[in-house]
Nanobody
């Protein structure tokens, strides 16, 4: 029912800002206590939770990324976005957006590859 799709440039230069958007569709009922999250997986590494924005607009970030991460939402467009500033090659990863209620991440996008390179 709920579908998510990540979009944005697949190649970002070092020191620039990575910007991704997740479009959310589906679902016919009223939702509450939901959260929208960003998760990434660098090559050869595990999944890393980056942060989330909750139904009330509250944001939460991984301590290791908080200083350069921003998550926002646009409810009128049913989408939310990720900005990761000052990127480096270590930020190369597959980036996923997720949706869920009550702290769960029940729905995932397919992921989008982002490469940081000159």
């Amino acid at each position: 029912q709920v579908q998510l799709q990540e979009s944005g440039p697949g190649l970002v230069k070092p020191s620039q800002t990575l910007s991704l958007t997740c479009s959310v569709s589906g679902g016919s009922g009223t939702t509450s206590y939901y959260a929208l999250s960003w998760i990434r997986q660098p090559p050869g590494k595990g999944l890393e939770w980056m942060g989330a924005i909750a139904y009330d607009g509250s944001t939460y970030y991984s301590p290791s990324l908080k200083s350069r991460t921003n998550i926002s939402r646009d409810t009128s467009k049913n989408q939310f976005s990720l900005q990761l500033s000052s990127v480096a090659p270590g930020d190369t990863a597959v980036y996923y957006c997720t949706y869920g209620q009550y702290g769960l991440m029940a729905y995932w996008g397919q992921g989008t590859q982002v490469t940081v390179s000159s």
